[in-house]
Structure formats: structure tokens, C-alpha cells
């Protein structure tokens, strides 16, 4: 069993581990493995019991992926046909967390780089949908999961952004853990391009940013600092955990093996680095 903690003593990190109001899982090589275009889910050994033992104890948790190939409805009925008790509301993805700011910025119009997965939270939430042709008019432009992205759909993003739309990127991560191993995203190398011939930096609405942390906060009714946030990338969930001074929880399950996590600079460090989920089910609170 691997559960060492990373740079807090035993008796402090078991209280910080008593004390979690709320969990959230990443999902892909820490809840389940996939393939390359994240289809074939399948969960990760101790996933199922984990989750299942959490809401029979009332201890709320989440999935946050940074995934944008289905709507964070699509994953939730994914997941619960592979087994997992999840609700619609439990499932979020970075447009989850686009819906949340974009709304509260005033942004009404996005040209959005990716699929219906992305697209569709937007619309029901009464976001104009911008298609990237021409010159367009934007408030904002959003970057995801996009494999189909064309030198046209280049020149629409950048005459938007020229005209003073905001660019966002769902996530900065080169890699996801699939069953095949890593594989590369998308969201980066489109925003690399852009921002490129803008000038203009992205800001992440997805993982690590606290704009997708505090989304997730208040749908599990809880502060930041009261979380636990289970992942397999330093770069995002260790990150945005440290960032809000949550648990910080690593699983080996993914992208990085046990000993990528000895040697991280503090702000990515895990508080606790385990080999499997099922080694949390002794460690977490019996109820909230």
C-alpha cells in the first residue's frame, strides 16, 4: 500500500482527512479508463465500492473532468450505466464552470472550438452559440475538445479575439490517461495558435482553475478549503488543490507513477499519494 503523506504529519493529516465536508474526483485514470476519444469507460478497481461506501455515508462527492466530447449530462448516464450512483447535478466539466463565469462576466455570445459536448451546456443556458466562420462577433472564444479544427476555424477565433473577445481554454493539460496510456488534448495546442497570433493569453475555466474549484464548492455546499480533491495530474487536481488549500489526494492509477510525486515542487505536491481508491474507504470521515 502506498499512503504516504507528502509534507504533513500523520496526526495533521489525519484530522485534514476527518475533517473533508466534500470530494472531487477527476475522472479519467482516477474513477475510470477510457479510450483515446474517451469511449469504453470503464472503472478503476476500488471506483465503485469508494463512491458507493461516500453516499451511503453522506459524505458528498463530484466527478470533474476536464473532458468535453459529451455534456456533463451524457457522462453522468455513462457513468451510471458502468455502475456508478451519480446524479445529472454530480458531473461537471469545464462547461459547467464556462456557464458559471460567463454568465456572471456578461459574456451572452462565445464562439465555441469543440462539439455539442461543449456547445450545449451553453445554449440551455441561454448563451448565444458564435460558429467560427468569417469575421465574427464574440463576447468570448472557448476552447475544448476539438479534433477537427481547420486553418478556417484559426482565422474566425483570431478576427473574434481582434474584435475584443476573451479567450478561454477548457484545459491547458498536454496529456489524459486512456487504457492505451496518454494521450494528447486539444484545448492547449488550439490555444498555443491563437494565442500566438493574438498576444492574447487564455484563461482555464476548467482544471486547475479556481473558477472550475469553486463550481465545484458550491454544487457539494461546501468551502474550498473543506475539500478533497482526488486526482492523477499534478498539474491540474494537486495544483488546484494547493491553490485553494484543499486536500490534495493523488492516485497512481493514471499519467504518473508513485515516484513522479516525490519530487514536485510544492504547489503541486499531494498531501497523500495512494496506489488505488479503495485505500481511502478507512480514511475519510464515517458522516459529515
Not at 504533513?8 to 493529516?13: A, K, M, N, P, W
Not at 475538445?145 to 478576427?159: G, I, K, N, S, V
Not at 484545459?171 to 494528447?184: C, E, I, K, N, P
Request: net charge negative; glycine share 10%; with cysteine.
Amino acid at each position: 500500500m502506498t499512503a504516504e503523506p507528502t509534507d504533513e504529519g500523520t496526526v495533521s493529516l489525519t484530522d485534514r482527512l476527518q475533517s473533508v465536508r466534500g470530494i472531487v474526483f477527476d475522472l479519467d485514470g482516477t474513477l475510470v479508463l477510457g479510450d483515446r476519444r474517451n469511449h469504453g469507460l470503464t472503472p478503476l478497481p476500488g471506483a465503485l465500492e469508494l463512491t458507493a461506501a461516500l453516499t451511503a455515508r453522506g459524505l458528498p462527492w463530484l466527478t470533474f473532468t476536464n473532458g468535453t466530447t459529451r455534456t456533463p449530462e451524457a457522462y453522468a448516464q455513462t457513468l451510471r450505466g458502468i455502475g456508478f450512483d451519480l446524479s445529472d447535478n454530480a458531473m461537471l466539466t469545464p462547461a459547467t464552470s464556462a456557464v458559471d463565469h460567463f454568465l456572471a462576466k456578461g459574456h451572452r455570445s462565445v464562439l465555441v472550438l469543440g462539439g455539442e459536448g461543449l456547445k450545449e451546456p451553453l445554449r440551455q443556458a441561454g448563451i448565444e452559440i458564435v460558429e467560427p466562420k468569417g469575421k465574427p462577433e464574440a463576447d468570448a472564444v472557448l476552447a475544448g475538445w476539438y479534433r477537427e479544427f481547420t486553418m478556417d476555424d484559426l482565422e474566425a477565433a483570431c478576427h473574434a479575439i481582434f474584435g475584443g473577445a476573451t479567450l478561454y481554454s477548457c484545459s491547458q493539460s498536454v496529456f489524459f490517461a486512456t487504457a492505451d496510456g496518454r494521450a494528447l488534448g486539444t484545448s492547449r495546442a488550439i490555444c498555443a495558435m491563437l494565442s500566438s497570433i493574438t498576444g492574447v493569453t487564455e484563461r482555464v475555466v476548467g482544471k486547475p482553475s479556481l473558477i472550475g474549484l469553486h463550481c465545484a464548492a458550491q454544487r457539494l455546499g461546501a468551502a474550498p478549503q473543506e475539500l478533497a480533491v482526488v486526482g492523477d495530474d499534478p498539474e491540474l487536481e494537486m495544483a488546484m488543490a494547493r491553490d485553494a488549500d484543499a486536500l490534495a489526494i493523488a492516485v497512481t492509477t493514471g499519467i504518473h507513477p508513485a515516484d513522479r510525486y516525490t519530487s514536485l515542487p510544492p504547489e503541486q505536491s499531494p498531501h497523500l499519494t495512494i496506489d488505488g481508491l479503495g485505500k481511502l474507504l478507512g480514511l475519510l470521515p464515517l458522516s459529515t
